[in-house]
């Protein structure tokens, strides 16, 4: 009777071996799955990068058509960080400030910025410079023209196109977009740049300069530094 009773334990113990040994190998090819299921993805995922980076660049020619260059022949400089001295630094309206590049990304400026719903400018109804300043303080990215864009029909045109684009009845960060002139005499652009792109985020001030107008380029410029990273991106 003893026997019996310990044959039976011992069986018991051989099955219940066996059992923890079939959950360990299930385990352990769950787990190889597991990982193989995700190389596989980080491979594909890394595969596609590539035509979904190209895709968006198609996109975003496919969304600005008439509007200047691809971003590709706009002849763009490399991004500047200057200085993002100046916050809520307000001087009396009509004091004229020196500001220390061409042109300013932030800085001291005026009280009152320019209306979110005017987009562009031209030479004979811009705000000052001390102006729109303040409206990058609130997360607006200002693209500033030469003369030479002023005198082109046709990249004018193009410009008025893009700013049009943002125009909104509705506050909207997504559209904090300024096209102004910047008049001669007010200082000069690196050789070969007729534009300027300049945002003022809160880590620093940014500047890109251009030979053609491109919408994709501008389009990627805001979409890089957008109104939600600058000092008072709650402001009009």
């Known amino acids: 009777m003893a026997k019996k009773k310990q044959d039976t334990t011992r069986l018991l ?8 040994h079939e959950r360990t190998e299930r385990r352990r090819r769950l787990t190889l799955v597991a990982v193989c299921v995700l190389v596989g993805l980080v491979v594909v ?17 496919k969304a600005f058509p008439a509007l200047g260059v691809p971003a590709a022949q706009a002849g763009l400089s490399a991004v500047q960080n200057d200085s993002s001295a100046g916050i809520n630094d307000h001087r009396p309206t009509g004091e004229v400030i020196a500001y220390r590049t061409v042109p300013p990304s932030a800085g001291p400026h005026w009280a009152q910025p320019a209306s979110f719903s005017r987009k562009f400018y031209d030479a004979r109804d811009r705000p000052a410079i001390e102006t729109l300043v303040h409206n990058l303080e609130h997360g607006y990215t ?37 096209v102004a002139p910047w008049k001669r005499g007010e200082g000069a652009f690196p050789a070969g740049k007729h534009l300027a792109f300049t945002h003022w985020s809160t880590a620093a001030g940014r500047r890109q300069y251009a030979a053609k107008v491109s919408g994709q380029a501008i ?18």
């Open 219 to 236: 389009a990627r410029f805001m979409r890089k530094f957008p109104a939600t990273d600058s000092p008072e991106p709650q402001g009009p």
């Open 45 to 61: 995922g890394a595969a596609a990068w590539v035509p979904v980076g190209n895709w968006m660049d198609r996109r975003d020619a």
């Open 142 to 178: 200002v693209v500033w023209y030469d003369d030479t864009i002023a005198d082109d029909p046709a990249q004018l045109a193009a410009l008025r196109n893009i700013a049009r684009r943002y125009e909104s009845t509705e506050f909207d960060n997504a559209r904090k977009l300024v």
């Open 13 to 20: 113990q051989i099955e219940q071996a066996r059992e923890e």
